[in-house]
């Protein structure tokens, strides 16, 4: 079995959801606290091992290239001023791991943009994880995912269990039980209305894939818009090998690509920065109480 050392994180969406704040600026660099959301996403890879990861960018996503890259002026700067903790977060950026960029010329779709990976994947198991969302987990989600493969070498999806009145909002499983809190998957049903979903388990987020989703993903027919799906991928997937649905531990899923749980995880760094916690402590006790 094949060691998973890659990751793909797809970040070449315009984020609508965010404008105007992201005419110029990819929803993928918006920060949470003091850093941008795909921060969080690539040191969870680099906390995982994983050993290179592809970033799916568009035209307008030059910053990103630029803020895992080496900045020598700044550290010029921060050196002279004395700023050496400054200095060495600014430094371990762009040595979290080694990055490879590929473009996603045209928005075909979220399995579009994983295949363009292809080429640089080649034939091994990947990560793939999203730019603008991520899980806090213990432990972490990405470590789960990864145990479940070594167990049974095959494809593993993340899982969370979604309350009845937010299921229309998610693409929900088709399971069966395998041990504890690892599943069969049988199929994905995109959005079904809640008396319709297969369960409450959704699945996405963090996604481990054996090489066989790229032959799937050339192949599986596109929607009416042109656009590659990956769940297309996936349902076909589950028909050629086992794919396996974990249960996050200890999971919370923060979609930065949504105003509210963008909020949300502010607030909830925001606690637990040193720099902020105490005041903005204060501040939300004082708007709580009127």
Same mark, same amino acid.
């Given at each position: 079995?094949?060691? #998973?050392?890659?990751?793909v994180?797809?970040?070449?969406?315009?984020g609508?959801r965010f404008?105007?704040? /992201? +005419? *110029?600026? %990819?929803?993928?660099?918006l920060? =949470?606290v003091d850093? %941008?959301v795909i921060?969080y996403? !690539?040191?969870?890879?680099?906390?995982a091992? =994983?050993?290179? #990861?592809?970033?799916v960018?568009?035209?307008?996503?030059?910053?990103?290239e630029?803020h895992f890259d080496?900045h020598?002026?700044?550290?010029?700067r921060l @050196?002279?001023? $004395?700023k050496?903790?400054?200095?060495?977060?600014?430094?371990?950026?762009?040595?979290? /791991?080694?990055?490879?960029?590929v473009?996603?010329?045209?928005?075909?779709?979220?399995?579009?943009?994983?295949?363009t990976a292809? &080429?640089?994947?080649g034939?091994?198991?990947?990560?793939v994880?999203?730019?603008?969302e991520?899980?806090?987990? &213990?432990p972490p989600? !990405?470590?789960q995912?990864? @145990? #479940?493969?070594?167990?049974? $070498?095959?494809?593993v999806?993340?899982?969370v269990?979604i %309350?009845?009145?937010? =299921?229309?909002?998610?693409?929900?499983a088709?399971?069966?039980p395998v041990?504890?809190?690892?599943?069969?998957?049988?199929?994905?049903?995109e +959005?079904?209305?809640?008396?319709?979903?297969p369960?409450d388990? *959704?699945?996405h987020?963090?996604y481990l894939? /054996?090489? @066989? =989703?790229?032959e799937i993903l050339?192949n599986v027919?596109p929607? +009416?818009? $042109? @656009?590659?799906?990956l769940?297309?991928a996936?349902?076909?997937?589950v028909t050629r090998?086992?794919?396996?649905? #974990?249960?996050?531990k200890?999971?919370k899923?923060?979609?930065?690509?949504s105003?509210?749980?963008?909020?949300k995880?502010?607030v909830d760094?925001g606690?637990?920065?040193?720099? /902020?916690?105490?005041e903005?402590? +204060?501040?939300l006790k004082?708007v709580?109480?009127?």
């Amino acid at each position: 079995m094949k060691k #998973v050392r890659k990751a793909v994180i797809p970040a070449a969406g315009f984020g609508t959801r965010f404008l105007p704040a /992201t +005419k *110029a600026m %990819p929803k993928e660099m918006l920060p =949470i606290v003091d850093k %941008p959301v795909i921060q969080y996403v !690539v040191e969870q890879c680099a906390a995982a091992g =994983i050993e290179q #990861v592809v970033i799916v960018t568009g035209w307008h996503k030059r910053s990103i290239e630029d803020h895992f890259d080496k900045h020598f002026e700044l550290e010029a700067r921060l @050196e002279k001023d $004395g700023k050496l903790e400054l200095l060495e977060e600014i430094r371990r950026i762009s040595d979290l /791991t080694n990055f490879v960029y590929v473009r996603q010329k045209e928005a075909l779709g979220n399995g579009h943009a994983v295949l363009t990976a292809k &080429d640089v994947i080649g034939n091994e198991p990947f990560l793939v994880m999203w730019g603008d969302e991520f899980f806090e987990a &213990d432990p972490p989600a !990405v470590s789960q995912l990864m @145990e #479940v493969y070594e167990q049974h $070498g095959s494809s593993v999806i993340a899982g969370v269990r979604i %309350p009845k009145a937010e =299921i229309s909002k998610y693409g929900i499983a088709d399971i069966s039980p395998v041990e504890s809190n690892v599943f069969k998957i049988k199929r994905i049903v995109e +959005k079904p209305g809640k008396d319709e979903a297969p369960s409450d388990l *959704a699945t996405h987020g963090n996604y481990l894939f /054996t090489p @066989e =989703i790229f032959e799937i993903l050339e192949n599986v027919k596109p929607s +009416k818009g $042109g @656009e590659i799906w990956l769940i297309d991928a996936i349902n076909e997937l589950v028909t050629r090998q086992d794919v396996y649905g #974990v249960e996050l531990k200890n999971a919370k899923y923060y979609d930065c690509g949504s105003k509210a749980s963008y909020l949300k995880a502010m607030v909830d760094y925001g606690l637990k920065h040193d720099d /902020t916690k105490e005041e903005l402590s +204060k501040y939300l006790k004082d708007v709580v109480l009127g």
